[in-house]
């Protein structure tokens, strides 16, 4: 029904950036919201950022100013824009996708696979 494939992830320094990148692929009627999770060692997963077709986004706090989340509707394209990176953002990242199947369908939640982010000092 659905598939999803990030990229983009790797070291970088702190107070750098990197772009994220999630591919959807399948069939499906329409997109609920994708979003990006992570989860650093020793923690729970937890919602990073996430949107919705009609553009409404919503952040985890300790992200907000610094990372963006975008979709390409066209493209079936997620983005998350991580600018002034920090060691604690140093995680694995995962795309998330509730997508409803059919007009009457139930909704689905997908994932990627996960891309490693990590940031020194």
Same mark, same amino acid.
């Given at each position: 029904q659905g598939q999803l494939a990030e990229s983009g992830g /790797? *070291?970088?320094?702190?107070?750098?950036? #990197?772009? *994220? %990148?999630?591919? #959807? %692929? /399948? %069939?499906?009627f329409s997109i609920i919201y994708m979003g990006w999770y992570r989860q650093a060692p020793g923690k729970q997963r $937890? *919602?990073?950022a996430r949107v &919705? &077709?009609? /553009?409404? &986004?919503?952040? $985890?706090? %300790?992200?907000? /100013?610094?990372? &963006?989340?975008?979709?390409?509707n066209a493209k079936n394209m997620l983005y998350l824009q991580m600018n002034s990176l920090k060691s604690e953002d140093t995680a694995v990242y995962y795309c998330n996708a509730v997508l409803k199947r059919t007009a009457i369908g139930a909704l689905s939640t997908y994932w990627g696979q996960g891309t490693q982010v990590t940031v020194s000092s």
């Open positions: /790797g *070291l970088v320094q702190a107070g750098g950036s #990197l772009r *994220l %990148s999630c591919a #959807l %692929s /399948g %069939s499906f $937890e *919602l990073v &919705t &077709t009609a /553009g409404n &986004t919503n952040y $985890e706090d %300790s992200v907000k /100013g610094r990372f &963006t989340i975008s979709m390409d």
